[in-house]
């Protein structure tokens, strides 16, 4: 069974940065499709970001420029790093994970080779706030 960690939350000013990191247990990571998702408080979990097996990496249109996801295989660990934050970044961020290795946002959906459905693993979440 995959166990996924996420840390790195926290609070922070319009403006500002955080760097995510979801370290994997338990699992070839390398092979996997890697995503991070938000949802905040009483609205749907949507895609902000992937990264697949070979590296290509896609984004939620908000984010784009603003965030970056990188993988380091050896460590398995994921990263998220945010920038130029902004009050409707506000939310739980949650790292997600599946062994089906080609994987891209579009819109704010997960889509694997063109069809959209949820990844197989979670990780329980870190809050982000961004004050104005």
């Known amino acids: 069974q995959a166990q996924l960690v996420e840390s790195g939350g926290g609070s922070v000013q319009d403006g500002g940065s955080l760097r995510l990191s979801c370290v994997v247990f338990?699992?070839?990571?390398?092979?996997?499709?890697m995503a991070w998702f938000r949802q905040a408080p009483g609205k749907e979990r949507k895609g902000v970001a992937s990264i697949d097996s070979y590296g290509s990496t896609s984004f939620v249109e908000s984010v784009k420029g603003r965030f970056t996801i990188s993988r380091d295989n050896a460590k398995n660990t994921l990263y998220l790093e945010m920038n130029s934050l902004k009050p409707e970044d506000t939310s739980m961020y949650y790292c997600?994970?599946?062994?089906?290795?080609?994987?891209?946002?579009?819109?704010?959906?997960?889509?694997?080779?063109?069809?959209?459905?949820?990844?197989?693993?979670w990780g329980q979440g870190t809050q982000v706030t961004v004050s104005s």
């Open positions: 338990g699992y070839s990571f390398s092979n996997y499709c």
């Open positions: 997600a994970a599946d062994p089906f290795g080609r994987c891209s946002i579009t819109g704010d959906d997960l889509y694997f080779r063109g069809v959209r459905r949820q990844p197989r693993y």
